[in-house]
């Protein structure tokens, strides 16, 4: 909530009801976004917002949509089926949908923007909600680690779905070709430390330096053999790091760190909770942390072998966990960053021999997600456009 940022929520008040389409003199439209500052669901009890009065930028068939130079001004009132009033008042413009469910009066307004049309699908034109999708490209002995990625990166292209893909030096040594033809695709790049299942936390700063400063060369490539990429981003091998790794990442250029978890050990002091992105205080990086989910009773961090390691859950109880999250992010207004292994997801591996594997909850899921409204970014274009 109380978001503000370049691209998402730059106006004054985000409000958006579901439901299905409104009639009135103007005709029937549906899919009604008003961007903001505050990101609010109007919402009384069970039931949908059903009318807004909007002076403001209408999103229907208006016949007064005039362009002007004046700041939209949005007067929102809301009746409920059940006859129950709400209203909310907010200064702000953008777009938005019409509901039935009860009286109304018909929309009009004075636009200094324009109108912007919903798509084909009737879904909001404006994401419901932002998802990030972090790849991990490193090695585990004994699996078609090359494969495996290959797989991943396969399906988010034939879905026009861009990605971060954090990457090991070891990994990039052994593909350097394959990780600049992704880079060349349109996918960002990450650091993921040197090997894996390194433990950053336990070594000096001299070690620590030499090891990140040399999986950070395997990973840009060089100029001149054309294989260079520039690198931004870092999350470390299972969460491991300390105030040395940030001294480090500050040398090194890097200004974000995924390396911490909502609402989870390890978390940076005072930001337990916070789920969207903030400048690490006293260095040059900013921090996104990995999303939250709820399994039985518990909350856990949303990576596909956590859940299969530590919880030994089924494709079906991930795929659950995966659509529950969804849900809660479009619900509360949050990004939703999810892990997912080269070698785990992309080769369909399963905690439990004879079960279905993680692959199908991860088609599902970006399917869901689609249908949902959301929209896929990278996580270096979500850390700019919202760490402040």
């Not at 893909?165 to 960002?188: H, P, R």
């Not at 529950?324 to 619900?331: F, V």
């Not at 199908?360 to 919202?386: I, R």
Request: proline share 5%.
């Amino acid at each position: 909530m109380n978001r503000m940022g370049a691209g998402y929520g730059s106006n004054i008040f985000n409000m958006f009801s579901t439901g299905s389409s409104y009639y009135g003199l103007f005709g029937s439209s549906s899919s009604y976004w008003a961007n903001g500052l505050n990101n609010s669901f109007l919402r009384y009890g069970s039931n949908t917002l059903s009318m807004l009065y909007n002076f403001g930028t209408p999103y229907a068939q208006s016949a007064m949509n005039l362009s002007s130079g004046l700041s939209n001004l949005g007067f929102n009132l809301g009746f409920y089926g059940s006859g129950n009033f709400y209203g909310y008042y907010g200064i702000g413009n953008g777009y938005g949908s019409y509901y039935t469910g009860g009286p109304f009066i018909f929309p009009y307004g004075f636009s200094n923007s324009g109108s912007k049309p919903a798509d084909s699908n009737n879904q909001p034109s404006e994401p419901t909600v932002l998802v990030n999708i972090q790849i991990d490209a490193d090695i585990s002995p004994g699996r078609d680690n090359v494969q495996g990625l290959i797989n991943l990166i396969d399906e988010l292209e034939q879905r026009k779905i861009k990605a971060t893909v954090f990457v090991t030096g070891e990994f990039a040594n052994q593909q350097q070709l394959l990780i600049t033809d992704i880079y060349n695709d349109g996918f960002e790049i990450a650091l993921h430390g040197y090997y894996t299942g390194e433990q950053l936390a336990t070594m000096s700063y001299t070690n620590q330096r030499s090891l990140l400063q040399n999986a950070m060369q395997a990973l840009e490539g060089c100029f001149t053999c054309g294989t260079y990429k520039p690198v931004v981003g870092f999350r470390p091998q299972y969460f491991s790091q300390d105030p040395n790794t940030y001294a480090i990442l500050d040398e090194l250029g890097i200004s974000y760190n995924c390396g911490f978890k909502v609402g989870q050990i390890p978390y940076v002091e005072g930001h337990m909770d916070d789920v969207w992105p903030f400048p690490m205080e006293g260095h040059d990086f900013c921090v996104l942390p990995i999303s939250r989910g709820e399994f039985d009773g518990q909350t856990v961090y949303l990576c596909d072998i956590a859940m299969a390691n530590v919880y030994h859950m089924s494709a079906a109880e991930w795929g659950g966990l995966l659509s529950d999250s969804l849900d809660r992010a479009i619900a509360l207004d949050e990004p939703l960053v999810i892990l997912f292994h080269n070698w785990y997801t992309g080769m369909d591996e399963t905690p439990n021999p004879g079960e279905e594997g993680y692959w199908k909850p991860f088609v599902d899921f970006l399917s869901e997600a689609k249908n949902k409204g959301a929209s896929f970014v990278a996580t270096q274009k979500l850390v700019e456009d919202f760490c402040n």
